[in-house]
Antibody, heavy 123, light 107 residues
Framework: QITLKESGPTLVKPTQTLTLTCTFSGFSLTTTGVGVGWIRQPPGKALEWLALIYWDDDKRYIPSLRSRLTITKDTSRNQVVLTMTNMDPVDTATYYC???????????????WGQGTLVTVSS | DIQMTQSPSSLSASVGDRVTIPCRASEDISSYLNWYQQKPGKAPELLIFAASSLQSGVPSRFSGSGSGTDFTLTISSLQPEDFATYYCQQSYNAPWTFGQGTKVEIK
């Protein structure tokens, strides 16, 4: 059974850096084709994909936030870390991490997702 | 970026109804389309991937169709537990974008 869980601060101040950790079990980030992604959802709004890291350390970022985001992995601890710099109130959202399973046909999907963590940006 | 459009943003239906939820991509994405269900306060759950492949464990009343730019999620007989918000997501290329969601409400 694959599970993921996000952890990090619930409140950050504007201009601060947010660091979120995704701790997972039931799969390995050394397995070919596997990845972990981050997706966020502002209150009452739609989902927005942010970043994805693959088993081979290949990384993808949403272009609009590329300069503020860093995604890394620690395979020995089964963790993926997302940092976002220069936080702003508009970044207030629930942040999810999700498993990207291997697919021989190349179809990306996110399954399953962590429970999410609400991050509020306010002074 | 590929834009995903879901309209309407909400619809009302009754238990037992056949419900269809459309999703349109701003360019041809072949069959690179996923559907997720999200209930209030919960994380999204994958229903359909590759436009029409049912995720393991998902009831067979859910089905997906379409290719290119136009896609549809169908619930053949709406159940009480199906009242939720449904999102489409293109997996054709990064950034992997989601639609704005369609909320299925009780009539």
């Amino acid at each position: 059974q694959i599970t993921l869980k996000e952890s990090g601060p619930t409140l950050v101040k504007p201009t601060q850096t947010l660091t979120l950790t995704c701790t997972f079990s039931g799969f390995s980030l050394t397995t070919t084709g596997v990845g972990v992604g981050w997706i966020r959802q502002p209150p009452g709004k739609a989902l927005e994909w942010l970043a994805l890291i693959y088993w081979d350390d290949d990384k993808r970022y949403i272009p609009s936030l590329r300069s503020r985001l860093t995604i890394t992995k620690d395979t020995s601890r089964n963790q993926v870390v997302l940092t976002m710099t220069n936080m702003d109130p508009v970044d207030t959202a629930t942040y999810y991490c999700a498993h990207r399973p291997f697919d021989s046909s190349g179809h990306l999907r996110f399954d399953p997702w962590g429970q999410g963590t609400l991050v509020t940006v306010s002074s | 970026d590929i834009q995903m459009t879901q309209s309407p943003s909400s619809l009302s239906a009754s238990v037992g109804d056949r419900v269809t939820i459309p999703c349109r991509a701003s360019e041809d994405i072949s069959s690179y389309l996923n559907w997720y269900q999200q209930k209030p306060g919960k994380a999204p759950e994958l229903l359909i991937f590759a436009a029409s492949s049912l995720q393991s464990g998902v009831p067979s009343r859910f089905s997906g169709s379409g290719s290119g730019t136009d896609f549809t999620l169908t619930i053949s007989s709406l159940q009480p537990e199906d009242f939720a918000t449904y999102y489409c997501q293109q997996s054709y290329n990064a950034p992997w974008t989601f639609g704005q969601g369609t909320k299925v409400e009780i009539k």
